[in-house]
């Protein structure tokens, strides 16, 4: 099997699907010859052509709009943003109106749609923000964040093959980083199934996408103090795995979510709130947000590393928990 | 692609639904927005497409384009309250957004613009799948202000798709008139998108008709799409209840004495394809057919809770 | 003193800070002679005239955006978008791009733009949407939604004469409704202090916008059974008074967060995980969310009622905080 | 409107300052955006403006708009790795956002298209404080694609504003090339919106220069908008680490034949306002002077955590 970023598996999935299924094509502006920017789309077009693999102009909601239209004709649209910092651009076509179809159509309209979009502050600079809790305050459409290469594999192909929109988000600073081997066969990754990536009896961490790694770490440091900390993979904001949350909460009575997004009205307060109502009987502490604070990301790299949370911040939380 | 005979007296009697409808409707309801005026325009649009062919109607006329795809008249009317037995089965209005299942892409929300993307989209579908079908959109021209227009035509373009926009041009969004919305003519941006426009008398439906189905071979042959400035005049509110104080009496009564439907008649009383008796005796079949839909609709039955289905907003495999 | 519903409110607002200060104006689709839907703007065409009342295309973000561009010069520009259902299409240049330019700009910029926006369930039928979650999580912008008319008139002309580009919410469900007594003078509200409209000792009622009447009713129910309940009135969500939330909760213990939003990342999510994190040694119940369910808003008039929440599921939240 | 000698030299220095930047700064930032080749609308646009009036220039070429506009060198080279000294203490990016006290409207987030907006919005201040201001737009090609190219140009033609549009056509976006990206050409797209539309070379530096000002001229006047289509070509990579694989060697090799630098220098020498010896001496200030200012920026200061200002989100009354 072989080896690979996360760019290349989300690839490899997309890939695979559109050898699977014809109705499957992607769109997006430099994704053919080009390839995709963080070579996002790289190979696509060499093998499946001009006609799958469209080049667009610079019209997010005209692409995207598309994509919803294409999709409810019955094709299995893939729409390829560049960056989520242009989610404002297509919420209206994504969120608010296909989001919608299926229901207001009593379930006739279909809309498998995937919305792919780069984000997060990594070896690329700029274009990082974070926008994603928009589109989980609406109903009917998926948000999925991989936080390592298989999960994306996995991911992007449940996102393709699911019925209903998907804004499929893949972080900037994991996009290029370390390889893995890539399960056998053809390995799908359900939307909406979280994975416990630690166990631990003390604190849980809740975390989401490039956060995920750096939970890990601050578990690794805690352990040397003797905290034993639970992390938690959401892998997805839509549907959320509301069950592993509060299982993980009722075995340690401790709650930390971390997300790279701005902290006000983002996902975690979401993930806080669930925890606040359905799982107070086991809370022992107060429940921690680390996130980046409400500011726009600073340019330079000294002070956009000041606003982005590393384990140092997710291990001081953990501590902030168990003190309490 | 002239009309026919059949085709003729078809376009007529769907100007006559779609006026009867906003009579019965506008009756009943002061927030209806009737199409009073520009009846050319719509039936110009939507007679004649064929099984396959996407259709992302203008919300002005959107019931008369659900019924000339076929659609059921009492389940449309029944939409426009939310009762149980119309297609959504209450979850959503059927005055601005049709059945999928006829084809049509409707407004999903409130907002203008983004249809005309969606039927983008549609054609980018029928190019994919190569068998011919097209997608025609309408939209006001109010809407044409939209970035949603210049997006979606422009991708269409470059593209090639197989797309007709239309714009059902009544001169009007809301209170402000044309002067207000656009710098320029609608069909003058054709060109800067480097496609066929055609101004056409959105009054004669004959001549929409003819510029649409024209616009649709074209497409159906793989020559990319088309944009057609209908222009006609919005003689009713903007919703039934409105005075429309804010533009000038003498206007609307010169639009008045243009009336497509009486224009039409007139041309096929002339033509012998209508007498009197017949021309009377479509009228009333047609009042007949749209009073009993409306009387059948308004006794319908509101939703029970269990329409809600808030475990149903996504859809299963 | 005239008596006002909160239309007429927001619109002396306005006409007096056009007379105080010329640099104000407005613009926004139908807001001329047409007088702007349900009223928005009644009066102001015919006492400023058309170069300050500006009739516009159908073109939110071109106004939305002419708006940035006119406060960045120097202008106080309201721009009227009819219904928050449109704020997707303007949130690049009002959240994303406005929030950010005091900022960015160390300083120097200013965008003293007001948006106004009709949404809520009530007679109009349709454009209810309230996603002014978006614009909160967004850094630089503010967001006030008054929840009566003399509220109404104060908050706006605090909008006016704020340096920032606020959000400002008008309820069509109370927009034609109750007339009250306006305060005499040159009454400004400021943004971003709640206001306790009930002491109570035993739960928290916070409530924003419509909801606070419903709380209040609830209130009185809930005090028949010997409930005290404090009712909150937001009035802002940024700024947010988490002072006032956080003395409420400390003395009463019992916290329920009422929005009209859907609640799934809504505003109310950031209000429980407030409380959670920092009021938790307080908290002797769950926190209570009451909100709209994530379910697009249905149309027939029978099932919207049932989605949007009303006093009994206030008391009835309420009455859970109670026994926990 | 035609460019007097002093302003054929000015000119021509805006240009050689340009591509010294490139230079410069491509050789240390691989990132970084070349205008290799579009020197000629880069200076034509930004040379001339009259304080009071709002530039809201392209991303390519942002540096020189704000060194155009008397922007201090270093100050906005510290800014393309957000050093202390920049404009904006290093909150954000010089080569996208010029600085407000400027004049200037930059681009505030990384999204393309609405600043042609807050164009429109800064010519609608001109219009209320009625002195003579106007709002100067320039814009990509592929920019143009974008629904907020319609909403503004068409507001600024409905509200006759005093704002003048400028393609900087460069017949590509990232790898797109021109028929990828809109249908039709973007000149024609000004009779659409009822405004004067005009095609000029945009290697032709003097050309793109009276036609600027002869549009801000009539502006000034009150005689509304105009849309210009200055056609040029992107010699360089989108970015100065890219390869540009994608296109094919000789059309670079021909547009490179027509570099705006040397025929403007060709007609400076011919028409006796240059000779060789001044030519060069103005090539070796102006690398003095580009040079001295990014070796000054580059050992500025990175920020404190002060500037970071968590608190400093609000603006204060
Ligand atoms: C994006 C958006 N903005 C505003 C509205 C409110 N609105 C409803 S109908 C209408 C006028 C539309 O004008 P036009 O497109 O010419 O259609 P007409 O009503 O004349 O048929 C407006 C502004 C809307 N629905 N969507
Ligand atoms: C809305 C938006 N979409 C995509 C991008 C990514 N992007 C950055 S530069 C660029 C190409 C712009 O082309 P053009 O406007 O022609 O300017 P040029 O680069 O040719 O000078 C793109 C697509 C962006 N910045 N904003
Ligand atoms: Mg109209
Ligand atoms: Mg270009």
């Known amino acids: 099997m072989a080896r690979l970023t996360m760019q290349q598996a989300v690839v490899e999935g997309i890939a695979e699907e559109m050898r699977r299924d014809p109705g499957v094509f992607i769109m997006g502006l430099d994704i053919g010859r080009f390839g995709g ?62 989001g919608a179809m299926h229901y207001y159509s009593d379930g ?47 991911m992007i192909k449940a996102a393709i093959r699911d019925d209903n929109p998907v804004l499929f988000l893949e972080h900037m600073g994991l996009y290029h980083g370390a390889r893995e081997e890539m399960p056998a066969g053809d390995a799908v990754v359900p939307l909406g199934r979280a994975r416990v990536v630690r166990e631990g009896r003390h604190a849980t961490v809740a975390a989401i996408g490039a956060m995920v790694r750096r939970a890990l770490l601050a578990a690794e440091t805690l352990a040397k103090e003797g905290i034993e900390t639970e992390v938690l993979d959401l892998r997805c904001t839509v549907p959320l795995d509301r069950a592993a949350i509060l299982a993980s909460v009722a075995k340690t009575g401790r709650l930390v979510v971390v997300t790279e997004a701005m902290k006000f009205c983002g996902a975690g307060a ?10 107070f009987g086991s809370l022992k502490a107060p429940i921690q947000r680390v996130a980046a604070p409400n500011v726009p990301i600073p340019f330079a790299r000294n002070l956009e590393k000041l606003i982005i949370p590393d384990e140092n911040a997710v291990a001081a939380a953990v501590r902030r928990a168990m003190v309490a | 692609m002239a009309a026919g ?49 996407a259709l992302v109607p203008h919300y002005r006329g959107m019931i008369a384009a659900c019924y000339a795809r076929g659609g059921d008249l009492r389940r449309l009317l029944a939409g426009l309250d939310g009762r149980a037995t119309s297609y959504s089965r209450g979850r959503y209005r059927s005055d601005v957004c049709g059945p999928i299942e006829l084809g049509i892409i409707g407004l999903y929300s409130g907002a203008l613009g983004p249809t005309l993307e969606y039927a983008a989209g ?55 008139p044309a002067q207000g919305e656009h710098g320029g003519r609608i069909v003058d941006r054709a060109a800067g998108f480097g496609i066929p426009g055609q101004l056409v008398d959105g009054n004669d439906v004959v001549a929409v008709h003819a510029a649409v189905q024209g616009a649709v071979a074209r497409a159906r042959r793989g020559e990319g799409p088309s944009l057609i400035d209908a222009l006609t005049y919005r003689v009713g509110g903007h919703m039934a209840a409105d005075p429309g104080a804010y533009r000038s009496a003498e206007e609307v009564e010169q639009w008045k004495q243009r009336d497509p439907i009486a224009l039409h008649e007139q041309r096929l009383l002339a033509e012998g394809l209508l007498d009197a008796a017949r021309a009377a005796a479509l009228r009333e079949a047609v009042a007949a057919e749209v009073g009993a839909a409306m009387k059948a609709a308004q006794s319908d039955p509101l939703p029970g809770p269990d329409v809600l289905g808030l475990d149903r907003v996504f859809a299963e495999a």
Chains 1, 3 share one sequence.
């Not at chain 1, 993930?271 to 359905?278: K, N």
């Open chain 1, 37 to 98: 920017p963080l070579n996002s789309c790289k190979g696509l077009w060499e093998e499946f052509g001009a006609a799958r693999v469209i080049d667009t102009p610079i019209s997010e909601g005209g692409i995207v709009g598309a994509g919803v239209g294409a999709a409810l004709m019955g094709k299995r649209p893939i729409v390829d943003i560049m960056f989520l910092e242009y989610l404002s651009l297509v919420l209206q076509q994504l969120g608010c109106d296909a």
């Open chain 1, 108 to 154: 006739r309209a279909r809309v498998p749609l995937v919305v792919r979009a780069k984000f997060g502050v990594g070896p690329y600079h700029g274009h990082a923000y974070d926008y994603h809790a928009w589109v989980a305050h609406l109903p009917g459409i998926k948000v999925a964040m991989p936080s390592n290469a298989c999960d994306a594999k996995g």
């Open chain 1, 270 to 279: 979401e993930i806080s709130a669930l925890a606040a109502e359905e799982g």
């Open chain 2, 5 to 53: 005979k059949e085709d003729r007296i078809a376009l007529h009697r769907l100007m006559l639904v779609t006026r009867e409808l906003d009579r019965v409707i506008g009756a009943a309801d002061g927030h209806w927005h009737p199409a009073l005026g520009e009846e050319g325009v719509v039936a110009g649009c939507y007679y004649g497409l064929l099984e396959g062919d």
């Open chain 2, 122 to 176: 549609a054609a980018l579908a029928a190019k994919l799948d190569a068998k011919g079908a097209v997608a025609v959109a309408v939209f006001g021209d109010g809407t044409a202000s939209r970035g949603n227009f210049h997006e979606a035509v422009n991708l269409a373009a470059v593209l090639k798709l197989p797309a007709v926009f239309v714009c059902q041009n009544n001169q009007i969004a809301i209170s402000t």
